[in-house]
């Protein structure tokens, strides 16, 4: 059985259709949804939104606003929602770098550990993503880059 979903952004939708599973970054947690699940109200938090759709799992990462589950569909408001294989690795860490220095010469700035805090689900929802890739379609990784270079564990 599926569930019709869909990813709306204030540009427009991102992604819609029938999904076997999902997984969404709540806020208080990344929570499963399956057909039939009990209505819900919550907002997301920074992080990764898989979809399982013939099988066949996608991903994305959004960021601000809610999802809203009913019995027989889902709907996910994000300010931001990007596919994981589209994210720019390169500008998402300079973003977080420039907010991470920001936050360091005003200390307590809220709107720059919120920009840090984006980035880096953003970036940690790309590696996981490229590192599963790899491992699943045997490619090899290229040494450096982000992380340690070792795969995360399985998700």
Known sequence: MTVAFEVLTAEGPVASGQAEFM?????????GIL???SAVLTEL????LKLVVD??????FVAGGFVQVLPDKVVVLADTAERAD???AEKATEARDRARAVMESLTG???AAAVVERESARLRVHELRRHHHARHH??????????????????
Request: charged letters at 25%; glycine letters at 22%.
């Open 23 to 31: 997984v969404v970054p709540g806020r208080e947690g990344d929570f």
């Open 35 to 37: 057909t039939g699940h």
């Open 45 to 48: 938090r920074p992080g990764e």
């Open 55 to 60: 099988g066949v799992s996608d991903y994305y």
């Open 86 to 88: 589209l994210i720019d």
């Open 109 to 111: 700035s809220a709107a």
């Open 138 to 155: 045997g490619a090899s990784l290229p040494v450096g880059g982000m992380g340690s270079g070792k795969p995360p564990e399985d998700e």
